[in-house]
């Protein structure tokens, strides 16, 4: 017998601590062939039809506009109760959404598309960002969940095909899977969870070799800048027998907890003052310094200027004979400014802060280049041998076309100060040098300062754990 599998979803991941909204334009739409895109290896099963259904997804940022969330929730539930009855669902999202006036936007998601799929039974995957949260609703809601098992996340495809053939085993199975769900009472920022260095590398090892009984086995690392009560890390254990699958999910959790003091920042990491004197004390180049706390793709609003403001007052920076320079600040008035003036005109005027982050500056210099790019106009002002980059909406700047694009050859600059993270890969293997400054912004990865008012406790690192902590495990 065919069986039918629609797939939805919305995603993006969110900073309660970011001043931005996420609004509709803010989301890419895709359906139909599409979208059918995004999962190259289907069909992976000749008696399940995989059908393309709608799946918005925005960048990283601060809250989902509610108005927004309403309306995208709306036309992807018209979407599964049109096709419906379904088998299954595939959930094509992030996991770490926050909505304006809602406590778990995903759980809610879920319970919403299983009541308009149309079957009490429809089985339902999701596949999701390791950086994900996953609340007891969630859990209780979605048959198969799973999620990327690197950081930076290099097995997007892999594990979407992963939820897919989670999705036809689940369907032909002759029972329903079972699942254990533990909540881990630990919250990481980002740039400690890299599976390029231990003990991220381990775990998510140790989770990709599944015991007898088990299918699969996510762990999520949480996001701890989205508050809310589910916001530490989490483990789904799914598969045929009941007690494997307990068993597996309370040793990841408890490999985990027992690891929580071993999760250090993936490389050299400091203020930013003494980034800056790593840089110019190296000899090699280009040396790249991350501006972490205001990382668009981690959710920083992007228009956050306090390293800019260092850097304008640092002479090895702005000096002639070295050049550097920062990307990006998103300020889409001094954008048109730098526009209406003119390539080799004075710039001058205050940025930063266009969302709300409240600290602005008055850049002084010379309109360097000005391209329309994939997101809007960007600009570049010279402070002499500094280039600032101004862009008309939040912008990442990930790989060496995205410098290109505004005339700047990275392997000839100096120093490369860039609102991210850990590189992705074409820039780790373009750095000759990198260390990350642990700056200020709506992702500013000293969490241990944030001043979270939901998230569950004890949570380490904001409390002491029991010494007799063990896993609270649920299953279904
Ligand atoms: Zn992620």
């Not at 950081?151 to 036809?168: F, K, M, N």
């Not at 699942?179 to 991220?200: D, N």
């Not at 790249?288 to 706390?293: A, K, M, Q, W, Y």
Request: some cysteine; overall charge negative; charged content about 25%.
């Amino acid at each position: 017998m065919q069986r039918r599998v629609v797939i939805v979803g919305i995603g993006t991941e969110c900073s309660s601590f970011a001043p931005h909204r996420t609004t509709l334009t803010d989301f890419g739409i895709r359906s139909g062939d599409r979208l059918l895109e995004r999962y190259p290896f289907l069909p992976v099963d000749d008696q399940v039809d995989f059908v393309p259904g709608f799946v918005a997804r925005a960048l990283p940022g601060g809250p989902v506009e509610r108005s927004a969330y309403d309306e995208l929730l709306a036309r992807l539930l018209a979407v599964v109760r049109a096709g419906s009855p379904w088998d299954g669902v595939l959930l094509d999202i992030h996991g770490a959404m926050l909505v304006d006036g809602l406590d778990d936007p995903e759980g809610q998601l879920a319970a919403a598309v299983r009541e308009a799929a149309g079957r009490a039974d429809v089985l339902i995957a999701a596949a999701m960002d390791l950086h994900g949260q996953v609340s007891r609703e969630f859990a209780a809601t979605v048959d198969l969940p799973t999620c990327y098992r690197t950081a930076p996340h290099v097995d997007e495809e892999a594990t979407r095909e992963r939820a897919a053939r989670l999705l036809v085993r689940g369907l032909r199975s002759a029972s329903r899977p079972a699942r254990a769900w533990c909540r881990i009472p630990v919250a990481l920022p980002g740039e400690k969870t890299s599976t390029r260095v231990e003990p991220a590398a381990g775990l998510y090892r140790s989770v990709s070799s599944t015991p007898d009984g088990v299918w699969e086995t996510a762990l999520w690392m949480g996001y701890p800048w989205a508050d809310q009560a589910r916001a530490s890390a989490a483990v789904v254990s799914m598969g045929d027998d009941e007690s494997a699958v307990r068993t597996e999910a309370a040793r990841v959790a408890r490999e985990m907890v027992d690891a929580r003091d071993d999760f250090a920042f993936c490389g050299p990491s400091g203020s930013l003052r003494w980034a800056l004197d790593e840089a110019f004390g190296s000899h090699v180049a280009p040396f790249f310094v991350s501006d972490t706390g205001d990382n668009p793709t981690a959710g920083g609003s992007g228009d956050v200027v306090t390293t800019l403001r260092t850097l304008l007052a640092d002479a090895r920076v702005i000096g002639d004979r070295d050049s550097a320079v920062w990307s990006a600040l998103v300020d889409p008035a001094a954008g048109r400014l730098a526009a209406t003036s003119g390539v080799g005109a004075t710039f001058a005027a205050e940025v930063g802060g266009c969302f709300g982050w409240p600290d602005r500056l008055r850049l002084t210099g010379t309109v360097g280049r000005l391209v329309e790019g994939p997101t809007g106009l960007l600009a570049v002002v010279r402070v002499s041998g500094l280039s600032v980059v101004l862009t008309e909406r939040r912008t990442p700047f990930h790989t060496l076309a995205d410098y290109e694009r505004v005339g700047i050859d990275i392997r000839r600059t100096r120093l490369v100060i860039n609102k991210i993270g850990y590189l992705e890969p074409e820039l780790d293997d373009a750095a000759a040098g990198w260390v990350m400054a642990l700056t200020e912004g709506p992702v500013d990865q000293r969490i241990e300062h944030l001043r979270l008012e939901k998230l569950t406790r004890p949570t380490h690192p904001f409390d002491e754990l029991p010494a007799d902590w063990t896993p609270a495990i649920e299953t279904w």
